[in-house]
């Protein structure tokens, strides 16, 4: 029954194409959660977008156990992350992580792991590449050097985005930020933590072009220095949510979405229940507890695909109890879509052991070893 | 015994504010209050009021929300001169800004010739009234938006900015109506405050005849009674008005809090 539904959706919508380039290779389109459904006794397959199961409320289909992975590999540097499937003649299939995004940063999280392997699996067997032949579409692999991706593949969402700060300087009145350089790699989770008035705020909002100073900022190696804020594709999150209080929740979220004219409606349902905001669509944002304003703030930003997200203090105005949930989502998001983040914070609480930090302290920027006390219980 | 002196002291207040109407109204002559109600000269000074009074909200809306943003968000030199500047003309006795106003725009200065060219003259004329309204209430007008503007925590127009607006955009989509409230209570303000509007429009537009003018007029040529009659006219239709925003601003409240 779901697979009949499933394929039905594949075949009127089209969805199948939709995560098909254009140049004829396959590739899974950015910020697209993908779930195969797939049946692997015969020829019963179907593609969904995720937030299309979620509409429709349809459950996925695990694959049977008998398809094993071969090799898995993928090193801490997530840009040389790949996957080994057999090809023909015994040769061996390079897949980067690059052009299978969501099957890689599924590769990372456990629990879909499996499946992740065996939807990779699956495209290159014989059958699923029959399916692309079908379709007139050759698979996108071996490619050897990730920096050698084709235009359109780097700009996706999720992929190659570091960010890189130079000579920075701003001077004000009563302080001065000083770096020299900085790098935060491609879906690295940051921490930035300072006194209150170190400037941390001032730093990131930097970044996100709200504050002028000398410097550069390279996003992919292109100059961001110069651009205005609603060009540079930057996702900011403040401590106090900061929801537009003339529009309701659903009007919030798609602020962003009109405004760069993003119309993808999946993402968007999409995001609402990853973030399990749902039901507060068309509710006014004066009454909903801090949890749920930062969540709607959170979605507000993720619906717009930004390249690289920014957090200030985003905990600070939760109550305690929900910090660790916030706290948690942040990372899971950063995790799912390798989205490059940010987190500006005084709370040492709130970094999580992996991450780097770095120390805002006498006018500069310093990474600091961060050795873990406590924290939210994450 | 402390709440009880401040219910008299309110009290008193109120009485005091109470009194001038009731007097009015225990004197005035209502068969002369009719009769004039329904007299052309009336009707030309109502609608001459409040056309005057609309279109110098009009506009110090067009000009005056940009000139209050402004004020509101950029840093410049000299800025509080220029806001100090903008209450100018609610500090000086309005026959004098009536006499600046009338050397401005009068027939012989460089801007009445101007006008002049295309058929527009300030004195004792209609757009005589609405300029001499316009520059002695804008302030109100102008310092009620700018009070919105600067309540907004700047942050909502970055994180616009960030969600992909332009400066336009943001402007329009939630500077404007994040202070839609105080843009509304500051036109209704100055276009009431427009009208009751007297000194200046006697001196540079005596005629067409404003309500307030009618009143001193009717008082100069007729005696006590034609003016208190249509006193009492002014005292019922401002009612009505405050009234009618009254109702608007509670069912705002009502709306609000849902």
């Known amino acids: 029954m779901t697979i009949q539904l499933a394929e039905k959706y594949y075949n009127s919508n089209g969805l199948y194409e939709k995560f098909m380039n254009t140049k004829n290779r396959m590739v899974l389109k950015k910020s697209i959660d993908l779930i195969a459904y797939l049946e ?94 079908e379709k007139g579409m050759e698979l996108f692999a071996d ?19 570091e960010i890189i700060i130079k000579d920075f300087i701003i001077n004000l009145q009563h302080f001065s930020l000083k770096i020299d350089y900085l790098k935060i790699n491609s879906g690295e ?9 170190a400037g941390k705020t001032l730093f990131l909002e930097s970044i996100a072009g709200f504050v002028n100073h000398n410097g550069k900022i390279l996003l992919n190696n292109k100059d961001i220095t110069r651009l205005p804020p609603e060009k540079r594709n930057i996702g900011f999150v403040y401590q106090n949510y900061h929801l537009f209080p003339h529009l309701n929740v659903r009007k919030n979220i798609e602020f962003g ?103 805002i302290s006498n006018g500069t920027l310093m990474e600091e070893q961060y050795v873990q006390e406590y924290n939210y219980n994450y | 015994m402390f709440r009880n002196i401040i219910i008299i002291i309110s009290f008193l207040f109120i009485i005091a504010i109470i009194l001038p109407f009731l007097t009015v109204f225990l004197n005035v002559d209502y068969n002369l209050l009719f009769e004039i109600s329904k ?20 506009i110090a809306i067009i000009f005056g929300i940009p000139f209050a943003y402004g004020i509101a968000r950029y840093d410049f030199p000299f800025k509080s001169i220029l806001e100090a500047i903008v209450d100018i003309p609610q500090t000086i006795p309005h026959t004098a800004a009536g006499i600046a106003l009338l050397m401005t725009l009068g027939r012989s200065s460089a801007i009445g010739k ?45 994180v616009a900015r960030s969600l992909g607006a332009t400066p336009f955009k943001t402007f329009i989509f939630i500077s404007l ?13 100055m276009w009431a405050r427009g009208i009751s509007e007297f000194g200046a429009v006697a001196i540079l537009a005596y005629y067409p005849m404003t309500l307030s003018i009618l009143t001193y007029d009717k008082f100069q ?33 009502y709306t609000e809090s849902r």
């Open chain 1, 40 to 133: 692997a006794n015969e020829m019963d397959y179907a593609f969904l977008y995720k937030s299309e199961a979620f509409q429709h409320n349809l459950k996925y289909i695990e694959f049977p156990e008998e398809i094993n992975l071969s090799s898995v590999k993928f090193e801490e540097n997530y840009k040389k992350a790949f996957v080994e499937v057999p090809g023909k003649n015994g040769k061996k299939i390079k897949i980067y992580g690059k052009s299978i995004n969501y099957g890689f940063t599924v590769l990372k999280n456990a629990p879909n792991k499996d499946l992740a392997i065996k939807f990779i699996k699956f495209m290159y067997s014989e059958k699923g590449k029959n399916i692309f032949k």
């Open chain 1, 143 to 161: 490619v050897d050097n990730p920096e050698n991706l084709p235009e359109d593949l780097k700009t996706l969402w999720g992929i190659n985005l």
């Open chain 1, 189 to 197: 989770y940051v921490y930035i933590i300072g006194p209150t008035g």
């Open chain 1, 257 to 359: 979405m009109k405004m760069k004219n993003i119309k993808d409606e999946d993402f968007f349902y999409y995001i609402l229940k990853r973030l399990n905001i749902e039901h507060l669509l068309n509710r006014r944002v004066q009454n909903l507890s801090g949890g749920e304003k930062q969540r709607i703030s959170l979605a507000r930003a993720l619906v717009t695909k930004p390249d690289i997200l920014l957090f200030d203090e985003p905990l600070s105005a939760l109550d305690q109890d929900i910090k660790s949930e916030i706290l948690k989502l942040l990372h899971e998001i950063n995790q799912e879509y390798k989205l490059t983040t940010i987190h500006v914070t005084h709370d040492k609480n709130e970094i999580i052991n992996n991450s780097r930090v770095f120390k």
């Open chain 2, 39 to 58: 007299s052309p000269e009336f009707l030309d000074a109502v609608r001459t009021t409040f056309l005057a009074a609309l279109l110098a909200t009009i």
């Open chain 2, 114 to 158: 101007t006008a002049g060219i295309i058929g527009i003259s300030f004195v004792h004329t209609f757009w005589g009234v609405v300029a001499a309204m316009g520059f002695l209430s804008f302030s109100i007008f102008v310092n009620s938006v700018k009070e919105g503007f600067k309540k907004i925590d700047v942050r909502y127009e970055k």
């Open chain 2, 177 to 189: 109506p994040m202070i839609k409230h105080e843009i509304i209570t500051g036109s209704l303000l």
């Open chain 2, 221 to 253: 040529g007729y005696g006590l009674k034609q003016a208190l009659a249509l006193t009492a006219l002014i005292f019922i239709m401002s009612m009505i008005i405050f009234v009618i925003i009254r109702i608007i601003q509670n069912l705002w409240k």
